[in-house]
Nanobody, 114 residues
């Protein structure tokens, strides 16, 4: 079973920055696209950033230009550098493969105050 452990969330003020990390099991990490999913209050979970096994990134329009996704295959670790944070970025952030596997980690809470 894939293990996914997110960390780095917290409470930040609008305009601030935060870096999320995801430690994943190594069995599939290096050969799968990975992504960060966000579940905002009262909304469905959505993919906000993805990165192919080769390192090519893709972003939802809502975060494009503000977030940067990266991966370190040697460390089986996925990152999300978030800048210019807005209150609408508030939510629980999860990492997973793209398309996602059925088992999710605990996520990490990001709260952006206005």
């Amino acid at each position: 079973q894939v293990q996914l452990v997110e960390s780095g969330g917290g409470l930040v003020q609008a305009g601030g920055s935060l870096r999320l990390s995801c430690a994943a099991s190594g069995s599939i990490f290096s050969i799968n696209a990975m992504g960060w999913y966000r579940q905002a209050p009262g909304k469905q979970r959505e993919l906000v950033a993805a990165i192919t096994s080769g390192g090519a990134p893709n972003y939802a329009d809502s975060v494009k230009g503000r977030f940067t996704i990266s991966r370190d295959n040697a460390k089986n670790t996925l990152y999300l550098q978030m800048g210019s944070l807005k209150p609408d970025d508030t939510g629980i952030y999860y990492c997973n493969t793209v398309p996602y596997y059925p088992n999710w980690g605990q996520g990490t809470q990001v709260t952006v105050s206005s």
